[in-house]
């Protein structure tokens, strides 16, 4: 028999990437097999300023499988010309509640992230 999940709600979120690292918190929507929100998080790259970013995503749940995109990027705070590519994302929910997968952006960058809930 399928689980199925209810992901609304508060995340803390964290991605390892090719270059760096982001840092922040998600606020997910369910509503059947669609997800919605918004993830505000820094991102720190070696040698650079560090940038504060805001962006609205949406998706599906399939089961275990979370897969999403991210929309309406705002860079809130950041170095002269900061700029971020957004990303489609795909994960699964593991045993522990937490969402753990990767991500590519529109320039071929990688990372791995976790989501897992606060609340």
């Given at each position: 028999?399928?689980?199925?999940?209810?992901?609304?709600?508060?995340?803390?979120?964290?991605?390892?990437?090719?270059?760096?690292?982001?840092?922040?918190?998600?606020?997910?929507?369910?509503?059947?097999?669609?997800?919605?929100?918004h993830i505000?998080?820094?991102?720190?790259?070696?040698?650079?300023?560090?940038?504060?970013?805001?962006?609205?995503?949406?998706?599906?749940?399939?089961?275990?499988?979370?897969?999403?995109?991210?929309?309406?990027?705002?860079?809130?705070?950041?170095?002269?010309?900061?700029?971020?590519?957004?990303?489609?994302?795909?994960?699964?929910?593991?045993?522990?509640?937490?969402?753990?997968?990767?991500?590519?952006?529109?320039?071929?960058?990688?990372?791995?992230?976790?989501?897992?809930?606060?609340?």
């Amino acid at each position: 028999m399928k689980q199925s999940y209810d992901l609304t709600g508060f995340w803390r979120f964290h991605e390892e990437f090719d270059h760096g690292e982001d840092f922040g918190e998600a606020r997910l929507f369910q509503s059947g097999k669609q997800l919605s929100g918004h993830i505000v998080f820094k991102e720190a790259i070696p040698d650079e300023s560090p940038m504060f970013i805001r962006v609205t995503i949406k998706g599906k749940v399939e089961g275990a499988q979370v897969i999403f995109s991210e929309s309406s990027v705002v860079v809130l705070s950041g170095g002269e010309n900061a700029s971020y590519e957004p990303e489609e994302r795909s994960g699964l929910i593991n045993a522990m509640g937490q969402i753990v997968g990767s991500g590519e952006d529109t320039q071929g960058v990688n990372g791995v992230f976790v989501l897992e809930r606060i609340l």
